[in-house]
């Protein structure tokens, strides 16, 4: 069974960038049937999806934080990777990684979520 | 981005009723609808994918039925362990989009 684990700081300054990795373990991230995803939710708050990854390395990002955001993956450690630049205190969240179907996209294992506070 | 909004925003049922959520999509979906369940403190869980399919281990008193603009999501005969916030969420178009969530309590 695929489990994925977030890590990175949990505190990060206003208008510096959060970097968070995803490493996966009982499955890959090579496979050719998932994308690999982040998404995000502000305390109290409902769920932002932010993009996700495929293998060869192709991208799709939500329109809403596109402009600030990189999502990368590294198949030699089975793992994937999330940037995002010039944060403020909107972008205090809990960060999920999770794996979606390439066919139909629903996502069907998370990480257990990390929080990351902006703030000064 | 296509807009997905559920009623009611929260609700409270005794054991052993039946609840009833609704997920409405602002454009035409088809069948591209999901349903999560996220308890306090955990990632979401998904429990019915392409709109009725129920995910292996899932409980069958969970059911999900609709099309187009308008789902709806049911537990049978609710129970203490489904205290928890369910999401739908659509994949018609891109960027993914959830609703706003449903917090389901006991009675």
């Known amino acids: 069974q695929v489990q994925l684990q977030e890590s990175g700081p949990g505190l990060v300054k206003p208008s510096e960038t959060l970097s968070l990795t995803c490493t996966v373990s009982?499955?890959?991230?090579?496979?050719?049937?998932?994308?690999w995803s982040w998404i995000r939710q502000p305390p109290g708050k409902g769920l932002e999806w932010i993009g996700y990854i495929y293998h060869s390395g192709s991208t799709n990002y939500n329109p809403s934080l596109e402009s600030r955001v990189a999502i990368s993956i590294d198949t030699s450690k089975n793992q994937f990777s999330l940037k995002l630049s010039s944060v403020t205190a909107a972008d205090t969240a809990v960060y999920y990684c999770a794996r979606v179907g390439a066919v139909a996209s629903f996502f069907d294992s998370w990480g257990q979520g990390t929080l990351v506070t902006v703030s000064s | 981005d296509i807009q997905m909004t559920q009623s009611p925003s929260s609700l409270s049922a005794s054991v052993g009723d039946r609840v009833t959520i609704t997920c409405r999509a602002s454009q035409d979906i088809t069948n591209y609808l999901n349903w999560y369940q996220q308890k306090p403190g955990k990632a979401p869980k998904l429990l019915i994918y392409?709109?009725?399919n129920l995910e292996a281990g899932v409980p069958s008193r969970f059911s999900g039925s609709g099309s187009g603009t308008h789902f709806t999501f049911t537990i049978s005969s609710l129970q203490p362990e489904d205290i928890a916030t369910y999401y739908c969420?659509?994949?018609?178009?891109?960027?993914?989009?959830f609703g706003g969530g449903t917090k389901v309590e006991i009675k």
């Open positions: 969420q659509q994949y018609e178009n891109l960027p993914l989009t």
């Open positions: 009982g499955g890959s991230v090579s496979s050719t049937s998932y994308y």
């Open positions: 392409d709109v009725s």
